[in-house]
């Protein structure tokens, strides 16, 4: 980094020194960031890096709610409202034991140029608690999504901050917090949460929209080396939500996926997994919320509680259960064993080491601002629909999230090569959704 963006990470430091994912995450923006503040010096002289990586809000709150033993339990609550320059804040809530402060201002802040990349109207905003939902009676969600809303809607609106689901805060959560916010507010029929239900406003696709879009933005890098998903075998990490549809939209484009993992383990399934099998899965994680390693049992397949599947051979790489899961060994062991492309699914799922070795072998690597992009733009679409009291066709969003996934890829492929390092995806995904915040922010005066 040049002193100025270094200068800007030191005080960052210096201000949080325990938040180290946040740390990660600006790190990695501002060293990719240095060829546009070279090109344009207005970024600096308007304080853009300085102004950026700063929250315009955060609020912490506590969440007591009463478990199935009838004892109160005490869990924070969170809202990062990280930049509004473009649009409401937007990002979705995690329910996850490993819920800090810390953690939620990296992922609002990628959240900020993860929404400029699709193009549509949306800002950067994360939350969530350390509430872990596993494990936990319906009655005793239900209990927590009302007394976290019970907080959380003062600071949300339609026009305001938009927030979604995450890592814990599926379908079942989304209703309990929305049916919560409405009988507060006494407001139907708003766009103040995406991932709804379709039978109370939500949008169809909007599940499937992150692992869909992933595998659609794989595709397109693909594209440029004249080739397709057809035939690939392909390894992802996880197997909720965006694991699911990821696999699933593998099997519709003809891809072989033999690998799948939850925080036990991970299982090898060499004969791939069909329909049949994803369907068998969908039902263990979404309905019984069953481990992987219950698959293996009952296909009878290779199971492993050590390592993980990036020791397998495959042509395309899929991480999509968390961050920091793929380390710089195991990134060396997909380019030693000739991956061809790998597309994040989860949040900055790679290490710094890992995405390094990328880089210099020279293979597509899609990031997860980029690539992960597909369940904010249906979200955005979700919101456009509520916003006319109409809905689409599965078909019309599904065309909607692909275009809007083709023209990210187009977006960071053309500034790549317009700041001399053609297919470096990081630096054009980086770069092209932060031109559109920066000069956003210095249109609207110094106080945006």
Known sequence: MDSYSESVYNKV?????GQKVFHQAVLEVLETLEPAIQKFPKYKENAILERIVEPERIIQFRVPWLGKDGKIQVNRGYRVQFNSAIGPYKGGLRFHPTVTQGMLKFLGFEQIFKNSLTGLPMGGGKGGSDFDPKGKTDAEVESFCHNFMLELYRHIGQFIDIPAGDIG?????????????????????????????????????????TGYGTVYFVE??????????????????????????????????GANVIALSDSSGWIHDPDGIDREKLAWIK??????????????EHFNVSYSSDGSPWSL???????????NEVDGAEAKALVDNDVLAVGEGANMPCVPEAIEIFLESKILYG???????????????????????????????????????????????KTSEMFG????????????????VA??????????
């Open 313 to 323: 051979k495959c042509d395309v790489a899929l991480p999509c259960a968390t961050q």
């Open 439 to 448: 000069d956003a922010m210095i249109e609207q005066g110094y106080t945006a």
């Open 421 to 436: 390092d053609k297919g470096n995806y990081v630096l054009g995904a980086n770069i092209a959704g932060f031109l559109k």
């Open 367 to 413: 990031p997860g601002k980029a690539a992960n992009a597909g369940g904010v733009s249906v979200s955005g679409l979700e919101m456009a629909q509520n916003s006319m009291r109409y809905f689409w066709t599965r078909e019309e969003v599904d065309n909607r999230l692909h275009e809007i996934m083709r023209n990210i890829h187009a977006s960071a492929y």
């Open 13 to 17: 430091v210096e201000k949080d020194p």
């Open 283 to 296: 039902e263990l994680k979404n309905v019984r919320r069953g481990r992987i390693k219950e698959y293996a």
């Open 169 to 209: 805060v599926g379908g079942r959560e989304i209703g309990y917090l929305y049916g919560a916010f409405r009988k507060l507010t006494n407001d139907h029929g708003t766009c103040v949460l995406t991932g709804k239900g379709p039978l109370y406003g939500g949008s169809l696709v909007r599940p499937e929209a």
């Open 220 to 253: 397109e890098m693909l594209k440029t080396q004249k080739q397709d998903m057809k035939g690939k075998t392909v390894c992802v990490s996880g197997s909720g939500n965006v694991a699911q549809f990821a696999t699933e939209k593998c099997i519709d484009l």
